[in-house]
């Protein structure tokens, strides 16, 4: 399972949910101290691409740098909470009949050649939480006692990296735009 953002506040947790279900996990990010707390949170492999936009040249170097992370085979899921131009290079390294899920888009909405998806007969699947939440919430409320669960176990650890009172909310959102938050930060609405 190849995750993009990994450091961020989903990515973090793909990350923690994918070693607890029994995959080999490799987390993709900006910086030396992100990929610290990837590997912290227990993945297995880390690397550490450049920051977009990329040109041509750009995009098949990270290309090759996600073939390179993730083996022969390809990834069996990769998770995009990222992309923009990291997208199509991702999906490039994609094992036949594999999972591509469609979480985020912080670094711009990407467009996809779609003969990749028919060279690797695989799939790309939309994941939108609250409207699966909305539309399903007995399948929901299933997962979320599956996390507790988990949780319980002690196999997963929500990082929750820094706490700001309300009237500090707009540095909260300056950190996730720098790209410079791990796991989630939480802003106070009342004490
Ligand atoms: N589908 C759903 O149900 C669902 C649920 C929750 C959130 N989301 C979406 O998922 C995305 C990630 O959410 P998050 O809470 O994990 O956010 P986050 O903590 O800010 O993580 C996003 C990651 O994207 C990377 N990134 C690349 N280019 C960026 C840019 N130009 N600006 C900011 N970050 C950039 C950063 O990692 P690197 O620096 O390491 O590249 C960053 O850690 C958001 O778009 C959010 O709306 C979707």
Not at 10 to 26: F, H, N, T, W, Y
Not at 63 to 81: L, T
Not at 165 to 191: M, S
């Amino acid at each position: 399972m190849l995750v993009l953002g990994a450091a961020g506040g989903v990515g973090l947790s793909a990350v923690e949910i994918g070693k607890a279900m029994g995959a080999r996990v490799i987390g993709a990010v900006s910086s030396e101290e992100k990929a610290q707390a990837v590997r912290d949170a227990g993945a297995d492999d880390v690397l550490i691409y450049p920051r977009g936009p990329f040109d041509k040249d750009g995009q098949k170097a990270l290309s090759q740098q996600f073939k390179d992370a993730v083996g022969p085979n390809g990834a069996d899921v990769i998770y995009d909470a990222v992309g923009g131009d990291y997208c199509e290079p991702a999906l490039r390294s994609i094992a036949w009949e594999g999972r591509y899920l469609v979480i985020g888009f912080p670094a711009g909405i990407p467009k996809l050649p779609l003969n990749l998806t028919l060279l690797k007969s695989c799939d790309v699947r939309g994941v939108f939480w609250g409207a699966f939440a909305a539309r399903d919430p007995q399948h929901n409320a299933a997962n979320i006692a599956a996390l507790f669960a988990m949780w319980k176990a002690g196999k997963i650890q929500p990082k929750v990296t820094e706490i700001f009172a309300f009237e500090q909310g707009g540095e909260a959102i300056a950190r996730l735009g720098d790209r410079k938050a791990i796991g989630k930060l939480v802003v106070r609405i009342a004490d």
